[in-house]
């Protein structure tokens, strides 16, 4: 055993020892840094910051990570560099308690500086949620160190307020631009200067919101500041020109947005060489001013510009075809990406050619591989369905290229048996020869539907895959649980017109414990994926459904339709277990938007002169076209386009002149069709892994039923009317599934709390919900009674209102879930990802079957048909055919046969 002393004798050897190697890393990381080889000036203080930890020398040490931070930005290694910083601010916490106050601020002021080169890298990686959590919290300690008034503390504003912009939240972010503004202001003479930045800044929010007039004004001012007290060739004045410029181009003054462009071009050309992202960005501009001229020659050469100076490793600019092959080296992928759909534009356009459009759609498959890659880099939802939403014309003028190129091919044909073959293995029965630009129109088709939520489905997945441990998940929901009740608490001072000193104490607290939370969760995350390297690989994986992986799984009564919706055109996909084949027809989207609000509006009135004639011409728009393959199909699988997710495709008319006053004679669409819905074909085709489980319970029924009020607090506000036909609902199918000698349960009434259904674990055949569904500021939520509780160690929000982020929480599993009387389908649309309804909560969770209502249901008459519904299960039908089944019985009487008591009625049902 070793003495007290050899023990400090080994300690000092060790301590030498890092002495000199920390001297010898720091020599290196000061040469390399000298000589502008930052690549391995990172390397080397990355190496002296293990010794300055062993050594305890944190002022060095955050020191060091600032420099790493700088670094990463010169060098362009975004993502690396929020690794590293991020696990160097895992010793902060600790640190502080051995500083006196002195050296406290010291340190909290290097760590500010960390903070917001976190903000830097995690919005140039498309990050803007993340970086938000960042700005805030740079905000607070800067306050904290440098007090109200600093330019530090500015700064920091500014960076709120953009972030705020970024993410449309225009009011927060002409706040804090004014609050930079006042600041800058009144600061000693030597700093007046900084006010070109707010007037900048000001400028950029003003051009956002189309006040060019006033944006110019702005942007004049801060040039006016600019070349005042900085060199004529300074960066700023760059951005300025550059600024200006954009206000030109928006007015229409192309000829004079060339020339500040220029002006631009000749500073940063002189200031950073010719390639670097600044660049890249000019020319793109100029070439769209080029390309609004009608000038596609020089257009084209101007994106083939930004190409090459935005990519380290690629040079050709003499051939406008070219493209790299490989993402390697690239400054900055958002601007990547515009270049890439700015030059496949430009090429769709150029003529009718063939090989302009085939460059078209090689452009475009090179940017969808960038937004998977881009994709990789991002953990919240939020800033992946901003990506989602900034993609999604992208992937329909893709498709349009497809369209036109297909016509080139329509005397050719093309074996796909290839298609999928990394899914599926080969069958000789699904070796079909089709256009192969259809079959390339029908993956632009799916890579446009419900991103995300195909994305998070796969993450929750390769979860069970990969085996990772029960108590590590269980860790993931606890502190996402938790950040759910801290965004809760926030989400409702935005709700009070002014705050008082107390309330903004509260609001800093929790947002601390937020973003605590929200890091330690993200930690988690990057730690899953280094510990566990087939996570990684699954969660990553892109599956995206083939036309043959689909008529390999569909049965010979099912055919699928794809619904495409662009501003002119509606295009359908219609595939067989025997055959496919696209659709294209022209349509006005406005037009045919208002025609189904009508349409839906003439279903809740009763009126049946207008409801007769839209419905047939629905019926001639979505089906008629298609009946040469659909001919012996009996049920119909629809993907519909968001537009689309609203129309109970079921209540359309088959027949046109048909007599009015009589719906239970009306030949609607569920008379010769069954029809389900999925959000995509590739979600509809995807196995959701489960652990090994039995049954734990066939049924089980939960109805609040609301005959006592709850109490009204927090987000919980709506008015509930009670449901009392809900209990008999539930009843009634608990004895069905009785009589069957099944195991079922039945809740009801007080009982059915929120805390209950977030404390639901194990697997069951069906779970059943019957109460309201609202919207609670366009998030769709569940409502159940409340029963808060506080727990410091795992906060919930217990109000009653279970949200559709509180359902992706759940930890329950269920063959079919069941939502009556509500509006399931109700939520945000998002372009290119679809409508944000609680069903989406489900979907995530492995739920292979959702029943839910397209608009809310009197409770008497869902508790007609789901108990007709489940009857005709406990007779051995199918759920499909079960529901439709319950349906027709509805048509049989003239008080249920109108569609609004049963249409709404809608099944999301995976293929087997």
Known sequence: MQTFAQKSTDWKITSELARLELDFFEQKAKLCSKRKVLDSALIFLEQSNKRLLTLNEYIKYFNNLQHIGNYSLQTYQHVQGIKTLQKGLTVYPNCLRSFNDSLQKVVEEKISFIYEQLVRLYGLTGAINTSLDYVVKLLNLR??????KHFYTAHAYSRLASAYESIDQYNNALNYHKRALTIYKNLPKKYQSFQKYSLNNLGVFHSKLSNYALALEYYNKALKISLKFNSKYSPFVAANYGNIANVHLNNGLFDLALEYYNKALRIRKRNLGDKHPFISNLYNQVGLIFHKQNKFGQAIKYYQKALVSNIESFSDTINVYALPKYFKGIYNNQTLLTTLTSKASLLARLNTQKTNLEQAHKTYQLADKLVDKMRKNLLRKSDELRLTSTVASMYEKALQVCWRLSKFEEDKQLDISDEGK???????????????????????????????????????SAKIQSNIPENVLEQERRLNGAILYYQRQLDRFQLKKQLSHRDSVQKQRFEDQRFELRRKYDQLLRDLEEKYPDYYDLKHSSYIASVADV????????????????????????ITREDFKVYEQTIDKAKLKKEITRWLNNIQGGSDDAYLPRGHRFFKQFIQPLQAQLKDEKHLLIIPDALLSRLPFEAIITQKDVPVGKPEGYPYLIRKWGVTLYPSASLALMQHQRRGAKYTCDFLGLAPVFEKKPAQQGAFRKKLNALPFTKKEVETIHQLFQKQQKTSKVVTGEQVTEGMVKGLEGRYKFIHFATHGFLEDKTPALAFYPNQTIDSLQPQNNDGALSLEEIFNLK???????????????????????ILAITRGFVYLGTPHIIYTLWSVN??????????????????????????????????????AWPKWWAGFTMMSKLK
């Open 812 to 834: 329950f599993k269920a063959d079919m879930v069941v939502l009556s009387s509500c509006q399931g389908g109700a939520g945000k649309n998002v372009r290119g990802e679809g």
């Open 422 to 460: 990394t899914q599926v293995p080969n069958e000789n029965l699904f070796t079909k020869k089709y256009n192969p630009y259809w079959v390339k129109a029908f993956y632009f088709a799916e890579k446009g539907k419900s991103s995300v939520l195909r994305k998070l489905a796969t993450d929750a």
């Open 859 to 896: 409770d008497k008459d869902a508790a007609e048909l789901m108990i007709r519904f489940y009857d005709n299960m406990s007779k051995g039908k199918s759920y499909r055919e079960a529901l439709r089944l319950a349906k027709l019985s509805m048509l049989e009487s003239a008080q249920t």
């Open 143 to 148: 306050k904290r160190v440098f007090g109200e």
């Open 551 to 574: 008529q390999r799984r569909l049965d010979a009564k099912t055919a699928l339709i794809e619904y495409v919706i662009t501003e002119k055109q509606l295009f359908s996909f219609v």
